[in-house]
């Protein structure tokens, strides 16, 4: 068992909190969170972590669904949401794949 024991939530001096979590994800969804911190490090001019990515994500996210009309409701959101339908691949193309793609070699090997 791990000794180490990390509060799984604290307040942050600004008034935020931060929540410590871990995420199974497939693979392209990590490719996808490399494309949105490459976007968002562009438009900041500067290196982002895919954890200020997500942040980021979930923000503008919750930003968008109070911007709209009181009738209507936000669609919900589901993992596999983002996930396009995709032939079975083995876990090592896939990951090689989204690896490809987040460094921008895809199709060049």
């Known amino acids: 068992m791990n000794d180490r024991v ?9 008034g935020e ?8 994800l497939p693979w392209e969804d990590v490719a996808r969170l490399g494309q ?22 979930l923000r503008s996210t919750r930003v968008a669904s ?11 959101v589901t993992a596999s949401a983002s996930v396009s339908s ?3 691949r083995p876990p090592a193309e896939q990951a090689r794949q989204a690896i490809d793609r987040i460094t921008g070699t895809a199709g060049t090997a």
């Open 6 to 14: 990390t509060p799984a939530m604290h307040a942050l001096p600004d």
């Open 17 to 24: 909190a931060e929540l410590t979590l871990v995420v199974r």
């Open 36 to 57: 949105e911190a490459g976007r968002l490090a562009t438009q900041l001019r500067r290196p982002v972590t895919l954890e200020e990515a997500v942040s980021h994500r």
């Open 66 to 76: 109070h911007a709209k009309p009181a009738g209507e409701q936000p669609p919900a």
């Open 86 to 88: 995709l032939p079975s």
